[in-house]
């Protein structure tokens, strides 16, 4: 369980979360607790959306020409309805995309308002939280782009929106505009360019977690069968009880007007729709970058931290306080020649948050917090196993 330091402005926030933790530890025991998952849950739900786009792929086709193939209409629009409608389960493998889709934005959600609350978001943590930032940018992007595939009035409509706000970016934007639509206007190309930024991007967010995970020692990525059960069914609740359905096909020779809104991906055009294009790129932007900075805007006062030392001649070389620092900033060195052992751990200052858990790891009191030598921490230990009897 993370502990706040007291002078942290989010010391309430944190209370309030540990509480309700403790509450489900009761309900669902510590093994089923999904507080105890939660980066775990919109990396679940990207599984579940790699599948189920896969068999969505099979058979969507992205033109909006009105081809006709033996005497049947055939493009993007024609192909989503026919998946929906006469495919067997396909109007299940819809749901679940869409339903995944809102799911995965929730969790991710929950899972950065978790780790801020928990004040696991700074120092030695920035780097995951501004991937994360980036990871959840591109996640509402590939969203958007899964929305203008459908072809139908929305998707005409949102595909207007967005060349337009692109278009009103100062010196950039007709080039983006152009990159967006894939030529100067709505075409079958433009279709194409949507569906491979949106396989594209899905794939790209592999890289995306990979930054993600790099400084955690055990990030946990998988929960436990029972809780993905629990997220699966979710899930098919949503889709037998709000089965989803497309709008009218697209028309290029009409301007529809209005749109229902899916507010897990689509928020951003219900402000476009309400301010000037400068306005909304300003709030997107500004309050984009006010999130990432956040690890450095709120910085508790703290002490000096006290990094781990290694007492050189005592070292074995086996590696266990590397593997167990939660931060990776224990390094093994090949050992000096001469030495009985082949390798010999060194702490790289800047990575320690002083947390002592390699002193705790070391079998060989080779280990040390300048403050807090190893008999100190060994006493400290057997005290509060004591006192919990
Ligand atoms: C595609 C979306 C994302 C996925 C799949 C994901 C997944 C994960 C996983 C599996 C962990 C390890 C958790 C653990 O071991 O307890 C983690 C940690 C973390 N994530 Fe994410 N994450 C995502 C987005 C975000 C976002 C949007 C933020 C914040 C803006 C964020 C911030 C963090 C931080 C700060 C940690 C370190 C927390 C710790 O050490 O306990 N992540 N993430
Ligand atoms: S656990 Fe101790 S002995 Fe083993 S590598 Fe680390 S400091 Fe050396
Ligand atoms: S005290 Fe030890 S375990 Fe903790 S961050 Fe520093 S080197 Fe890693």
Not at 5 to 22: C, G, Q, R, Y
Not at 140 to 153: C, H, K, P, R, S
Request: charged fraction near 15%; glycine fraction near 6%.
């Amino acid at each position: 369980m993370q502990k706040i330091v007291d002078n942290h402005p989010l010391k309430a926030f944190n209370s309030l979360t540990l509480t309700l933790e403790n509450i489900t530890n009761k309900v669902m025991t510590s093994k089923y607790n999904p507080f105890y998952y939660h980066g775990a849950l919109p990396q679940y739900y990207l599984w579940v959306l790699y599948l189920s786009g896969l068999l969505l792929f099979a058979y969507y086709i992205p033109t909006i020409d009105n081809a006709y193939f033996s005497k049947n209409l055939v493009n993007a629009w024609t192909s989503v309805d026919y998946i929906t409608k006469s495919l067997p389960f396909g109007g299940v493998i819809r749901g679940i995309h869409r339903y995944a889709g809102d799911a995965m934005v929730i969790t991710i959600f929950l899972h950065a308002i978790r780790v801020w609350f928990t004040d696991r978001y700074r120092q030695y943590r920035w780097l995951q939280w501004v991937s994360g930032i980036v990871l959840a940018l591109f996640v509402l992007f590939i969203g958007q782009t899964g929305y203008y595939l459908v072809w139908d009035e929305r998707s005409l409509l949102l595909t207007r929106m967005t060349a337009g706000a692109f278009e009103a970016i100062p010196a950039i934007g007709p080039g983006l505009k152009t990159w967006f639509l894939n030529g100067d206007q709505i075409t079958n190309l433009t279709l194409s360019n949507f569906l491979f930024i949106h396989i594209g991007l899905s794939f790209f967010l592999l890289f995306g977690l990979w930054v993600h995970y790099l400084r955690m020692t055990r990030p946990v990525m998988t929960p436990p069968p029972a809780v993905n059960y629990i997220l699966t069914a979710f899930v098919l609740i949503c889709v037998f009880l709000f089965p989803i359905n497309s709008g009218q096909m697209a028309d290029l020779n009409t301007q529809p007007s209005s749109f229902e809104i899916d507010w897990f991906f689509l928020f951003p055009y219900a402000l476009l729709s309400q301010m000037p294009v400068g306005a909304y790129w300003a709030v997107m932007v500004l309050g984009t970058v006010a999130i990432t900075a956040l690890p450095w805007i709120m910085i508790p006062k703290q002490p000096e931290i006290e990094t781990a030392e290694v007492v050189l001649n005592k070292c074995t070389g086996c590696s266990l306080c590397y593997k167990d620092c939660p931060y990776q900033a224990i390094e093994m060195v090949p050992a000096p020649a001469g030495s009985r052992f082949k390798l010999l751990a060194t702490v790289k200052d800047f990575r320690c948050s002083g947390c002592g858990v390699c002193v705790g790891a070391c079998a060989f009191d080779a280990i040390d917090l300048p403050d807090l030598p190893d008999a100190e921490v060994n006493a400290k230990i057997k005290a509060l196993l004591e006192a919990k009897g």
